[in-house]
């Protein structure tokens, strides 16, 4: 292409930028739409910034309002922003996330000082007016001193309860930096000093570990726990979901089998109600219904009807059932009898929002007790919490 025809498109192209700075305003963005002006905009800043524009286009373009540092402007605005936002509320003072615009410049200036790709002269500017390029680091020394005080108040090592959300999270994650190799040795003796736990849920186990044994020393091996002693029933109820779900490690299995712990309790509680039932057949003939007052009986032998008529009975435990006489449908009112419709142990999943990332994940957990009065279900997930709902919540639990 030869010159004169270069000259044509180039005067072309700087009319068309004449008539959208008559309509927008001198120096104001060519929108990314009109490609073709935007492009030969971006060339002449090359062309003036590599020394190669002639002096007499150059002046043509002044003489318009032509920027030909629009980052620098910008750059420029944005810091005239941060100064008129900590005239306001303070130097250094954190610019709230609803700014986004200025919130983002200033996590792009952090992250530019950080790889070392800032000039002296814009960090200086920064410096000047307060700017803080680790706020991080000055937000954990602010966490820090919070849990020192919560130590001396409570105990060294004392759980951080979730209403102080923001300091439980903060614990929470810097059990994640430390497990995932990413803390400073300097910041995990400091935390380790005062008496940080870094596996608070370790501890748990073994202290739970510690106080079934001793009710098993109190009691007998194996023996149930009562629902009076919540925690620990409850802690018991979910090493049976995670061992049933193949999420137990083999090292707490066999620990747990050592003291003689029960993985099955139903499957055992199973053979104990059927032998009452035998007795109760002896007593009473075969067949004979249980009275309501053998509470316990009355409802396992409810129990076994739904679980036959749902087709979930194994044929083993119906021929047995048969064999003894029991009735399967008594007078034909087995449908209008209700009962529980989920077993105990049932296993369940829900979204919760996880405290160690601050982002939702579903939790396992099971079905662990049931209020025939209420009709309400006890369900304990994986992190020991324990929520309370009705019959149409697991239902839709259940769906999800």
Same mark, same amino acid.
């Given at each position: 292409m030869n010159s004169n025809n270069l000259e044509a498109q180039w005067e072309a192209q700087f009319d068309l930028l004449q008539?959208?700075?008559?309509?927008?305003?001198?120096?104001? #963005?060519?929108?990314?739409?009109?490609?073709?002006?935007?492009? !030969?905009?971006?060339? &002449?800043?090359?062309?003036?910034?590599?020394?190669k524009m002639s002096s007499e286009r150059e002046s043509r373009l002044r003489e318009?309002?032509?920027?030909?540092?629009?980052?620098?402007?910008?750059?420029?605005?944005?810091?005239?922003?941060?100064?008129?936002?900590?005239?306001?509320?303070?130097?250094?003072?954190?610019?709230?996330?609803?700014?986004?615009?200025?919130?983002?410049?200033?996590?792009?200036?952090?992250?530019?000082?950080?790889?070392?790709?800032?000039?002296?002269?814009?960090?200086?500017?920064?410096?000047?007016?307060?700017?803080?390029?680790? #706020?991080?680091?000055?937000?954990?020394?602010?966490?820090?001193?919070?849990? &020192?005080?919560h130590y001396t108040a409570n105990g060294a090592g004392s759980t951080v309860p979730t209403v102080n959300r923001a300091l439980s999270i903060w614990c929470a994650s810097q059990?994640?930096?430390?497990?995932?190799?990413?803390?400073?040795?300097?910041?995990?003796?400091?935390?380790?000093?005062?008496?940080?736990?870094?596996? #608070?849920?370790?501890?748990? !186990?073994?202290?739970?570990?510690?106080?079934?044994?001793?009710?098993?020393?109190?009691?007998?091996?194996g023996s149930t726990v009562p629902t009076v002693n919540r925690a620990l029933s409850l802690w018991c109820a979910f090493q049976r979901?995670?061992?049933r779900e193949g999420?137990?490690?083999?090292?707490?299995?066999?620990?747990?089998?050592?003291?003689?712990?029960?993985f099955n309790p139903l499957g055992d509680s199973w053979e104990a109600q059927f032998n009452l039932l035998q007795k109760h057949y002896s007593a009473n003939g075969a067949g004979s219904t249980v009275p309501k007052v053998n509470k316990s009986l009355s409802i396992w032998c409810a129990f076994q009807r739904k679980q036959h008529r749902k087709g979930r009975m194994s044929s083993e435990r119906e021929s047995r059932l048969r064999e003894i006489g029991f009735d399967f449908d008594p007078d034909g009112k087995s449908e209008n009898v209700r009962i529980?419709?989920?077993?105990?142990?049932?296993?369940?999943?829900?979204?919760?929002?996880? #405290?160690?990332?601050?982002?939702?994940?579903?939790?396992?957990?099971?079905?662990?007790?049931?209020?025939?009065?209420?009709?309400?279900y006890e369900i304990t997930y994986e992190d020991g919490d324990v929520e309370v709902v009705g019959e149409e919540e697991v239902t839709e639990i259940m769906r999800k």
């Open positions: 008539k959208h700075y008559s309509a927008n305003g001198a120096g104001s #963005p060519v929108p990314k739409v009109n490609k073709t002006l935007t492009n !030969w905009c971006a060339f &002449q800043r090359v062309q003036h910034r590599e020394g318009i309002g032509f920027d030909f540092n629009p980052l620098e402007d910008s750059w420029k605005a944005q810091l005239n922003l941060l100064r008129e936002h900590y005239t306001t509320n303070g130097a250094g003072s954190a610019v709230p996330i609803v700014n986004k615009s200025l919130a983002k410049w200033c996590e792009t200036q952090r992250r530019q000082h950080r790889k070392g790709k800032m000039s002296s002269e814009r960090e200086s500017q920064l410096r000047k007016i307060g700017f803080d390029f680790n #706020p991080l680091g000055d937000s954990w020394e602010a966490q820090f001193n919070l849990l &020192q005080k059990r994640v930096q430390h497990r995932k190799g990413r803390m400073s040795s300097e910041r995990e003796s400091r935390l380790r000093e005062i008496g940080f736990d870094f596996k #608070p849920f370790e501890d748990s !186990w073994e202290a739970q570990l510690n106080l079934l044994r001793e009710h098993y020393s109190a009691n007998g091996a979901v995670q061992h999420k137990m490690s083999s090292e707490r299995e066999s620990r747990l089998r050592e003291i003689g712990f029960d529980q419709q989920f077993s105990l142990g049932t296993s369940v999943s829900k979204v919760f929002q996880d #405290p160690m990332t601050g982002k939702n994940r579903p939790y396992s957990g099971c079905i662990s007790d049931y209020d025939q009065v209420s009709k309400l």
